[in-house]
């Protein structure tokens, strides 16, 4: 799998200052940031219903844009696949490959092979493109 992301983020990088009327990977890099994060959450979101409907095949092919777009986001943020396994990689030595890091380091007792990490720092909310959010009373 990993061969098949690295291949699609060169694809990306090669794309990226291609003409936007004719590259969708061009004119997502145009548009910037928010519209990339924008792509990659509509996918995850369409990914996640078609799993929850239990549509495979829609899965699959949704699953395929969500890579595509998540590995757009990737190039614009300066994050190449590399970077990504090796964070995999020390998750593994922590954890297992098969679990996710906890928030908050509560859950986590310090071993000699695994001392104690701080918790990671809360990122704050933030519209995208500028929409106003707003609270509900």
Do not use: H
């Amino acid at each position: 799998m990993s061969d098949s992301l690295d291949r699609l983020y060169r694809a990306v990088i090669a794309a990226k200052d291609l003409d936007p009327s004719t590259s969708r990977t061009a004119r997502l890099f145009k548009r910037g940031p928010a519209k990339m994060a924008k792509k990659l959450a509509e996918e995850a979101i369409e990914v996640v219903i078609d799993a929850v409907n239990g549509n495979r095949d829609a899965v699959v092919r949704e699953s395929a844009d969500l890579l595509y777009n998540l590995t757009v986001l990737w190039a614009s943020a300066g994050v190449c696949p590399d970077d990504v396994w090796a964070e995999m990689q020390r998750r593994e030595t922590m954890l297992g490959i098969a679990e996710k890091l906890p928030k908050s380091t509560i859950k986590l007792r310090p071993t000699p092979a695994m001392p104690a990490i701080a918790p990671p720092a809360r990122r704050p909310i933030v519209a995208i493109e500028g929409r106003a959010v707003r609270k509900q009373r």
